[in-house]
């Protein structure tokens, strides 16, 4: 009887999360680490593909291929600033204050906007002066494959800075640590795509 009100998952925290030595992954971190590694191998499998047509042509660039835009460096910038306010975000979802998290994740969604609006412009700029050569391909295909992944993201993102705004984070900020890893997973895999086309 005398341990008829104790916690049978063990000790928590002021989060209300379990703090016991036994405690295993969150089921929400487990399918974030699941849908990171689906995606890491998807891109690393598009990565390998444009490398090994690279490493097989003759000439590369190839002949008639376009310069580069230099606006991905601007992208790239977007980038990293973005994953440096979801990282200011998080430390402010994990000390409690909400209003702070709402206006980094507000701020955060915007510059994902930018950095899909900076593409396009890439986008039109390499199309105005390209001709169809392997260049040109895997820049489409990388650079459009991961702006897809980040359009999905941007939906979790706006979702998760409506919810921080009414403080439905103040105890619980394992949501806006797990949109936060998506956005700095597409940040990395972002400077390997750049790094890939720009070399």
Same mark, same amino acid.
């Given at each position: 009887m005398a341990d008829a009100g104790r916690d049978p998952e063990g000790p928590r925290d002021a989060a209300g999360r379990g703090t016991s030595r036994g405690e295993g992954i969150s089921p929400r971190r487990f399918a974030m680490r699941l849908l990171l590694l689906s995606l890491g191998i998807l891109f690393a499998a598009a990565l390998a593909g444009y490398l090994i047509i690279r490493s097989r042509a003759a000439v590369w660039p190839p002949p008639g291929s376009p310069e580069l835009p230099g606006g991905l460096w601007a992208s790239t910038a977007i980038l990293v600033v973005l994953s440096a306010v979801l990282v200011m975000a998080v430390g402010r979802a994990r000390a409690g204050r909400a209003s702070e998290t709402a206006r980094l994740l507000a701020a955060a969604t915007a510059l994902g906007g930018a950095f +899909?609006?900076?593409?396009? *412009?890439?986008?039109l700029r390499i199309d105005a002066a390209a001709d169809r050569t392997m260049l040109v391909f895997g820049f489409w295909m990388l650079t459009v494959l991961h702006a897809l992944h980040?359009?999905?993201?941007?939906?979790? +993102?706006?979702?998760?800075? *409506?919810?921080?705004?009414?403080?439905?984070?103040?105890?619980d900020p394992e949501p806006v640590e797990l949109v936060a890893n998506y956005w700095h997973f597409l940040g990395i895999t972002?400077?390997?795509?750049?790094?890939?086309?720009a070399m």
């Open positions: +899909l609006v900076a593409q396009a *412009a890439n986008w980040v359009l999905g993201g941007l939906l979790p +993102l706006a979702i998760t800075t *409506a919810r921080a705004g009414r403080g439905r984070y103040l105890n972002w400077l390997a795509i750049f790094a890939a086309l």
